[in-house]
Every structure is written in C-alpha cells, then in structure tokens.
C-alpha cells in the first residue's frame, strides 16, 4: 500500500494501521472471488462448504486472535471488527455468521479457558478451518437468560454426564467441536454453569433437527439434544462452576462482531441503492432526483458512520483492556436496529425488485431481522446499558 493512502486511512480512522488495511483487502479479495459466484447455491443447499472454510484458515483468515503456536496471528479487536465488517459487506449473512461463530463466538472459549493440552489438541483445526467450532448456550426455553438453563451435567468417575437440549445452534448440523454450556452447581444456585468440549459423533449427542429459516439461510442451524452424552472428565473447559462467567465475558466480544458485521451489510446496501437510484428513473428524472431519496439516504449515511466510529472505539478500548460492557451492548442495540431501518428503506426505494428474489437488497434485508434478536435481544441490551447509567 502506498504512502498517500495510508495516510488517508489513518486520518479517517486512526486506530487503523497498515496490517489491519492488509486484512481487509485480503479477505476482501477472497470475498469477491471465492464468495460471491457462489453463494447463491449454498443458500439453497443450506451451508456453506466446508471446503471454503478451510480456504479461508489458508489465508490465515479463522485465527487472526489466536496464539501463533496453532497457527494464529495474535492480532487485536479492531483486526476482527474489519473481518467482521467485510464479511457484511458480501451481502452473504448466513456466510458471514457461519465464519464469526466459529472465529469470534465459538473458539475463543477455548482460547480463553482451555489447558494446553486441550488447545494443542483443538486449535490447530480450528484455525486451519479443519474442524469447525460452534456454542451451544441456548435453549428452547433459555435465551438470554442464562439462569433459565436447563441442561445439566454431573461427575460420574472419571466422566461427565449430559442431558438437556440446546436450540438455534449455528453450525450446528456440520459442525465438528461443540462448547456446551450446562448447570453442574445446586438446584436454585443460578450461576453455578460450567463449559464442555464435545465432539460430533460422542454417543448420547444428536442434530434433533436442522431448522428452517427467515434469513441466513447458507447458516447451518440445529436443535441438539444431550441424553446421557458422556464425555472424558478431561473435557470440562475452563474451571467448573465458572462458565457462566466465561459466557458473559465472550458476549461482548460477540455483541462487537455483530455490531461491525451489521455496520457491514448497512454499508454495502446504501451503495448497492445509490447505484440503483442513480440510473432507475421514474416521472422525467432519476430517483436521485427526489430530494426526499436522497435525503434519507444522506441521513442514513451518516448514521452508519457514527454507529462505526463507536464500533471503532469500543474496538480500540478493549483491544487497550478497558472495560466495554456499556459499550457492547450500546453497539448491539444501536446497531441491530440501525440496520433493519437500513434495509427496509433501501429495499422500499428498490421498488417491485427489491421484492424478488435475485436481488441482493431483497436477500439483505431478510437476514438482516436477525440483528436485533440474536446475540441478544435489543430489549435485553437496553436493559443491560440502564443498569450500567449510574
């Protein structure tokens, strides 16, 4: 990259450096080639390759937080918020989310908690894009609210012994390494959650079922269900009793990564728009021509920036280890809604094609709904913020 525009990024956004600028056009690249011909069938198909993923663990794209012994690039939060935000921009977001699971909302329990012998044995997959990661927090009757888990797990001899079912899973139908969330405390000792390794193919361990969706469709999503799945004691991650920490520890990291992936998609829809206004006439001029188009797309325009130079910071605090609980969930809030207004006024000024399927804004804005559910509802992360307003 040249001086000239190195110098013009940092004045837009200083955090930025020259790695994060190389990150960017390299994943933008394998996007464009790799993605973008081809994600039309995985829609269809209901995942997305394997094959790809591991393309990607190739260009060092699936550990870019992780340590250089697997295979990592130890790199920082602004380096997965661009990762982040280019995976948006593909349009793709059932892509998009099949990769920041497995990167940003899966591995990192590992990252965080695993014993070495438990990242020797696992991370290098999962960097490599050979294995792939998912969680399993949810529940068909626990969302958000952890303490209404109902999956257990108790110690018999040198094993633990799961039951219960997990529901909404991403990557779940084809994925390889599962971080189990389960209550292992006393009856009523809500907190007393504890995190496990489970691998495909452990018996007792079952895909219900593959579910359909509104959106994200190459996203393979299952209900899993535990009945008597047991595993090597050795396979507790983290300390016992203490997962629930680990859950709400990685929820903000999560909440950045949706909030950037959200700032990506709201970013490429209000372009894809100005293209089409541009030349779609209607009444003697072009519908840039109304000044009431352009308007909102202007104000819209300007609200996505400011939601990224908040990305950005928050980024930037955490990656200097402040603490960013406020700010996470101000991010997926503010960002979860932001690109639903987004979507709907850009597929609106589409017309009757925004409406048919061949067009990126109608594929946008259906898996764009999601945004402001998962990672945590927008009503629950306003409620997280007014704790915090003291």
């Given amino acids: 990259m040249d001086t000239t525009t190195l110098t013009a990024l940092h004045e837009r956004f200083p955090y930025f450096t020259a790695e994060h600028e190389m990150l960017r056009q390299t994943t933008r690249r394998f996007i464009e080639a790799e993605v973008m011909s081809r994600a039309e069938g995985w829609e269809e198909q209901g995942m997305v390759p394997r094959e790809v993923l591991r393309q990607m663990g190739d260009l060092g794209l699936l550990g870019i937080r992780f340590g250089s012994d697997y295979g990592g690039s130890e790199l920082d939060t602004l380096s997965t918020?661009?990762?982040?935000e280019e995976l948006g921009r593909s349009t793709f977001g059932g892509f998009a989310v099949t990769v920041l699971v497995h990167?940003?909302?899966?591995?990192?329990?590992?990252?965080?908690?695993?014993?070495?012998?438990?990242k020797s044995r696992f991370m290098p997959d999962i960097v490599a894009g050979r294995r792939i990661a998912a969680v399993a927090m949810t529940e068909p009757d626990a969302g958000s609210d952890l303490a209404s888990m109902r999956t257990t797990a108790r110690r018999d001899g040198d094993q633990?012994?799961?039951?219960?079912?997990?529901?909404?899973?991403?990557?779940?139908v084809y994925g390889d390494i599962f971080f189990v969330a389960a209550k292992t405390g006393e009856a009523g000792r809500n907190h007393q959650i504890s995190m496990f390794i489970v691998e495909k193919g452990t018996p007792g361990f079952k895909i219900a079922r593959?579910?359909?969706?509104?959106?994200?469709?190459?996203?393979?999503t299952a209900e899993l269900v535990f009945d008597d799945c047991r595993i090597p004691a050795s396979n507790l991650l983290g300390e016992e009793n203490r997962g629930f920490y680990a859950l709400v520890k990685n929820l903000q990291n999560e909440r950045i990564v949706l909030a950037a992936q959200a700032m990506g998609e709201a970013s490429k829809a209000i372009e894809l728009t100005l293209d089409w206004v541009r030349q779609r006439k209607a009444f003697g001029a072009t519908l840039w021509d109304?000044?009431?188009?352009?308007?909102?797309?202007?104000?819209?325009?300007?609200?996505?920036?400011a939601a990224k130079a908040l990305i950005y910071n928050t980024a930037w605090r955490d990656a200097q280890q402040h603490k960013v609980v406020s700010q996470a969930a101000m991010l997926k809030a503010l960002c979860g809604e932001l690109v639903n207004e987004v979507m709907y006024d850009c597929l609106q000024f589409h017309g009757g094609m925004g409406y048919v399927r061949e067009t990126a804004i109608e594929r946008m804005t259906r898996d764009a709904r999601i945004q402001s559910i998962g990672g945590g509802a927008t009503e629950v992360m306003l409620d997280e913020i007014a704790k915090r307003m003291d």
């Fill in 103 to 118: 990167t940003d909302m899966a591995a990192p329990h590992l990252h965080h908690a695993g014993t070495p012998e438990q």
């Fill in 290 to 305: 109304k000044q009431a188009i352009r308007h909102r797309l202007a104000m819209l325009s300007a609200r996505v920036e």
């Fill in 160 to 172: 633990w012994v799961l039951n219960g079912a997990k529901m909404f899973i991403t990557n779940g």
């Fill in 210 to 220: 593959p579910l359909k969706k509104h959106g994200w469709l190459s996203s393979d």
């Fill in 81 to 84: 918020v661009v990762l982040a």
